[in-house]
């Protein structure tokens, strides 16, 4: 993959929910993400990250700029995109084993059985739940569920992996295990990742690139490399003095620019609903 060339394009994206009068979520985005780069956007709660994602996955369509993947404009979902959510519970179909989850979404695409069952088991292998195959998800902890929803996100082998607060739901030790094992499959599979957290130290341990949003209605404020490399551990990378630096400049960005932030706004963006009623509709969405 070459890492010069662009892979998400966002230019002036804005989105406001009901009409010229009503909520405006975010504002004037632009930025770009690389081939094989894994980016991360970090905000204040209630900032429209939900609302960005939305737009960038095709599931909403923004009021105004525009979102090109590979240089094509995104209308609709995209095929080469997949999304991973926070709400593990509500993502996996509960009846279907776990190797069918992980097959689901690629029936839709005209895939063959047989290169369907290959695909899944490779990636499976890749997680860690080979042995989980016939297993269904009500079976299975929830670090173990969000490992199945990895998974079925990169049998799609999508040019580009959406990641909306995955880890936020699980417990510290899991969370730690499933960053580790994000950048194990991202380097095997060469994969760009666009990944929304809240988590300062999360977002600077997993990201070649930091993006910093401030308050609603969203906007960038801050964009900035990580150089801690490829080679990365729980331990020494965040004691390192680079960790410490970026995540003391990211910390004070946030604190300056989310004085004024609505303390309620932590689960809603302004569209109406909960963010986690709404990305369990997309899921719906994206696998039918």
Known sequence: MNRTETMLDVSGLGHRYGGPSGHQAIADLTFQVRSGELACIVGPSGCGKSTLLRSISGLIEPTSGEVK?????????????????????????????????????????????????????????????????????????????????????????????????????VDAQTRFELEDLLLRVRKQYDSTVLLVTHDIDESIYLADRVFVLSKSPANIVADLEVPLGD??????????????????????????????????????????????????????????
């Open 231 to 288: 080679q990365r551990d729980q331990i020494t990378t965040r004691e390192s003095e680079t960790f410490v630096h970026l995540r003391s400049e990211v910390a004070r960005l946030l604190d300056v620019r989310t004085a004024a932030a609505p303390a309620a706004a932590s689960d809603v963006d302004g569209s109406g609903g909960s963010t986690a009623q709404q990305w369990a509709e997309a899921e719906r969405a994206l696998h039918s």
């Open 69 to 169: 993947l590979k240089g094509s404009p995104v209308q609709g979902v995209p095929e080469d995109l997949a999304v991973v959510f926070q709400d593990y519970s509500r993502s996996l179909f509960p009846w279907l084993s776990v190797r069918s989850n992980v097959e689901f979404p690629l029936r839709s695409r005209g895939i063959g059985k047989a290169e369907r069952r290959r695909r899944a088991d490779e990636v499976l292998e890749w997680v860690g739940l080979s042995e989980a195959a016939k297993k269904y998800p009500w079976q299975l902890s929830g670090g173990m569920q969000q490992r199945v929803s990895i998974a079925r996100a990169l049998a799609c082998r999508p040019a580009l992996l959406l990641m909306d607060e995955p880890f936020a739901s």
